[in-house]
């Protein structure tokens, strides 16, 4: 085994592909996976280069990474940054058969394919890539020729995935659009809630802390003036300044005495 | 170099990707570990296509490309539904289903 | 330097595909640019003279045995025959796709998919009549795949029709219109071990084409006769090959997907895929094992030896413990698909004539049940638990006898196609040498009949409740396919003597 430029190359591309693969499967965050499978992929596509395959390197640079891999991370945007998983398995050992598994194939295949494939011979592109004039000459004569049905099927699967799309996330609209005197409108009835801007907390308060809550001008907390978030975890965080206030003073009071 | 090793960077990725198929809960990882499965599949179908000296291989991984990229978008569009009806990616939230 | 030359294509040879083809995408423009109101009746239209009109030319130009398209399109006997039955199953499950009068709300499936179950914009959709009549494109695009999966010749085209055809299999399953949250759920599980299977096959697609040098199914098979014997290289790419399409006809292990996505989806689709896609899959299995591999036959039989004695067996037992009807259907399946797997083992020409009528026969038992499942109703829907089928034989007389029929036919009692077509793949099976198979399917029959018989013992022999589902009266659609398939199942088992000839015929595989 000759170390040449190739062996080099293989070694790089390989080690992070591989990183880059265990970085996707054990990530606690899918936009950290998102991001190592776009890694495995630009490397994957070096090795096709190496591998006298440039259209296809380029192809997967640019559709696969390029769209494929930030199609995920729209979704991802979509359904939520933090969806984690729930350590909780289902099934019992699900996580240690599955590993198992992963790695019976590994050996299985590896194996396999090594006893198998001793010496075959390299046989190398250079006749093929030239028998067209170039690489992407021959990959055209190909798909327009032997896999010419395989071309037309896949434009009936295009379809079919754009459709699909269309079908599960097109919502029409059965109503008009609110228009902006309407939703106006509706702001200032009656029983609608507050229609102007709501307090920022602590507005007239001793803090400006968000756990504070605004002081309305009767003395009575907008409770509602608090982020919703730290509303909702828990009432104790919101911290009453009025009562510190009066302690203050009661000390204060004292003192004089 | 010998080009076997390809195939061999090719095996090892696949079965990372299983493994993250059946250990992960997250519908759109499990998702990510197919597509890392398609593109080990190519790699193996590229390395082949040197070794054997015809350019079928890299047709086969080019119409794999196209259509894994078809596959994403049905599947998204599906997790994508679910989520909206769920809130959640989990794949074993949903447990209407026993067995 | 070489110079392109075009592929030479028999147009009339694949004339049925370019039929339902062309339909397929007339039917992605009257979704474009037709109003709503008339999309239905144009895409019903559309689709029941598609399928008719494929089918009409497939009969006339049934002699035609060609390789086509560059070596990826091969026209022979079993080709016909499963393209035919395939078109057969789809225009019976295209009634049932299009009945709305057996649910008050509409027909089976969701008047938005889009729309969140519950919501207000549903309710408001259902109210207003929507339909969501993109289904028939999926329909057609489905049918298109399966067509091609039959007839591919290379690794490649099997690979995107199994993709053609599996998308919209995905997308329909999620669009029920009743309990959405568990349609929901079964497509997403079918979508995810279906990319996975997808991928166990084209992985071992590239390792076959390492050994090969070309993936075109009779070069394999020239490849295999000429070096010094197999290799372990192409024996786990024929297995992982198998893997992929043991997954679609839900063979143990691959079986996880089939009940839930029985049970999820709506059930026309159910029909549709319970009975179509076991032709397709099994359709290309044949041709794969029959024209690739021929040379490594004993290391695939002893893979599906052990597939089809665990799927008759473990199928069979789980039936036997499920109280929901479309669940016990699904596993039935599952027990269903280990006996033709017999047939597939036997790898005769009149093995292949077996299977091939088993898969026409089954096919059109699987319809007929569930168009008959669909018409059994309470309040909520569908009344699938099999406490509620208690006394409908007395209720409904002939809903009770028609079902009895696709019992007894699954069961394989005498007299009905379930009988002849079991007979056929066993006798095929001894012919071969595979006694022991043959004796394991037996056990798995007789376990089986067991879950059969007792539906038809809840509905005749026990008394009508007062959770007694009833039985929706159904339009002409229903009536059409449930009269169709009923008729054939007990046509082809009295005089099974047609079929079987006209199958003997078709048995050889091009090269």
């Given amino acids: 085994m000759s170390i040449d430029g190739e062996l080099v190359v293989f070694i790089i591309c390989g080690g992070l592909s591989v990183i880059g693969a265990l970085g996707m499967v054990l990530s606690r965050k899918a936009v950290h996976s998102a991001l190592f499978i776009a890694m495995v992929m630009i490397n994957l596509a070096i090795l096709y280069i190496a591998n006298s395959a440039p259209f296809l390197g380029m192809v997967q640079i640019i559709v696969y990474t390029g ?146 809550p605004a002081i309305l001008p009767d003395g009575s907390l907008a409770l509602d003036s608090v982020p919703e978030p730290v509303r909702s975890r828990d009432d104790s965080l919101i911290v009453d300044h009025r009562a510190v206030s009066t302690v203050v003073e009661l000390v204060e009071s004292e003192d004089q005495n | 170099m010998d080009p076997i090793y390809y195939i061999y960077l090719a095996t090892l990725l696949f079965s990372i990707g299983a493994i993250g198929v059946l250990v992960r809960r997250n519908a759109i990882i499990v998702f990510m570990s197919v597509e890392l499965m398609l593109n080990a599949a190519n790699l193996v179908f590229v390395a082949f296509a040197r070794m054997n000296g015809n350019l079928d291989g890299q047709t086969v991984a080019f119409f794999v490309m196209v259509v894994a990229a078809a596959e994403v978008v049905v599947g998204l569009a599906i997790i994508v539904q679910v989520f909206r009806t769920r809130a959640s990616a989990s794949i074993d939230e949903p447990n209407l289903l026993k067995y | ?36 109101s008339v999309r239905r009746p144009v895409q019903m239209i559309l689709t029941l003279i598609s399928l008719i009109g494929a089918l009409i030319v497939l009969v006339i130009n049934r002699d035609i045995r060609t390789i086509t398209g560059g070596g990826a399109v091969a026209i022979d006997g079993p080709a016909l025959v499963l393209m035919g039955t395939i078109l057969i199953l789809a225009l019976l499950s295209a009634f049932l796709v299009a009945e709305r009068s057996l649910d008050s709300l509409g027909d089976s499936f969701a008047p938005s998919a889009a729309a969140l179950p519950g919501s207000v914009d549903e309710r408001e959709f259902s109210a207003r009549g929507y339909f969501q009549t993109e289904i028939w494109t999926l329909f057609l695009f489905a049918v298109l795949g399966m067509l091609a999966f039959v007839v591919a010749n290379d690794l490649l085209f099997m690979f995107v029709a199994l993709e053609v055809m599996s998308l919209p299999l995905y997308l329909m399953v999620g669009m029920a ?57 192409i024996v786990i790419g024929m297995a992982m090959l198998l893997v992929g399409l043991l997954f679609k006809v839900g063979a143990v292990p691959f079986h996880q997907w089939t009940p839930d996505v029985y049970q999820g989806a709506p059930t026309p689709i159910t029909a549709f895929m319970g009975a179509t896609v076991k032709v397709a899959a099994f359709g290309a299995m044949m041709r794969l094992l029959y024209v690739a591999f021929s040379g490594i036959q004993w290391d695939w039989e002893i893979i599906l030896w052990a597939v089809s004695i665990l799927s008759m067996i473990i199928g069979s037992l789980i039936a036997l413990t499920q109280s929901d009807v479309k669940r016990m259907l699904a596993y039935s399946a599952i027990a269903q698909s280990g006996f033709i797997l017999v047939g597939v083992v036997a790898a005769s020409p009149s093995g292949i ?72 793949v066993f006798a095929a099976g001894i012919a071969e040498g595979d006694t022991w198979l043959v004796i394991a399917a037996v056990v798995a029959s007789i376990i089986a009949a067991f879950f059969y018989v007792r539906v038809i013992v809840v509905m005749f022999f026990s008394a009508p409740n007062e959770n007694t589902a009833s039985v929706a ?29 006209l199958l003997t015929n078709a048995g050889i595989f091009i090269r």
């Fill in chain 1, 67 to 212: 769209a494929v891999m930030m199609l995920f991370l729209f979704v991802l945007m979509v359904v939520g940054v933090d969806s984690s998983d729930s350590l909780i398995e289902t099934i019992r050992g699900q996580r240690l058969f599955g590993i198992l598994f992963g790695v019976a194939l590994a050996i299985l295949l590896i194996g396999g394919i090594g006893s198998s494939l001793g010496d075959k011979p390299d046989i190398g592109l250079k006749a093929a890539n030239d028998e067209f004039g170039g690489n992407v000459e021959g990959i055209a004569n190909l798909i327009f020729s032997d896999y010419l049905f395989a071309f037309q099927a896949t434009a009936a699967l295009l379809i079919t995935a754009g459709l699909g799309a269309v079908i599960l996330t097109h919502r029409e609209a059965w109503k008009p659009k609110a228009s902006q005197k309407e939703l106006s409108v509706a702001r200032f009835m009656v029983g609608a809630g507050h229609p102007g801007n709501k307090p920022n907390p602590g507005v007239y308060a001793r803090h400006n802390a968000v756990n504070t």
């Fill in chain 3, 1 to 36: 330097m070489n110079t392109f030359t075009a592929p030479e294509i028999d147009y009339v040879a694949i004339a049925p595909i370019l039929i339902v083809a062309i339909a397929a995408l007339l039917s992605v423009l009257t979704e474009t640019f037709l109003p709503r």
């Fill in chain 3, 177 to 233: 219109r009743r309990r959405r949250l568990l349609s929901q759920e079964a497509a997403l599980k079918y979508f995810v071990l279906g990319a996975f299977s997808s991928a166990f096959f084209i992985f071992g697609a590239g390792l076959v084409y390492g050994f090969a040098g070309s993936i075109s199914l009779p070069e394999i098979n020239d490849a295999l006769a000429s070096t010094a014997g197999e290799t372990l290289l």
């Fill in chain 3, 353 to 424: 004539s077996a299977v091939m009528f088993y898969l026409i026969a089954y096919g059109l038992v699987t319809v007929g049940t569930l168009a008959v499942i669909s018409m059994v109703r309470d309040s909520t829907g569908e009344a699938t638990h099999l406490s509620k089928w208690a006394g409908l034989g007395k209720k409904s007389p002939v809903l009770g006898a028609v079902m009895a029929v696709f019992m007894l036919s699954l069961a394989g009692i005498p007299l009905t196609s379930g009988f002849v077509i079991k007979f056929s």
């Fill in chain 3, 473 to 501: 009266v159904p339009s002409i659609f229903t009536t059409i396919t449930v009269a169709a398939t009923v008729t054939a199942t007990l046509v082809l088992g009295i005089i099974p003597q047609p079929m079987i000839d």
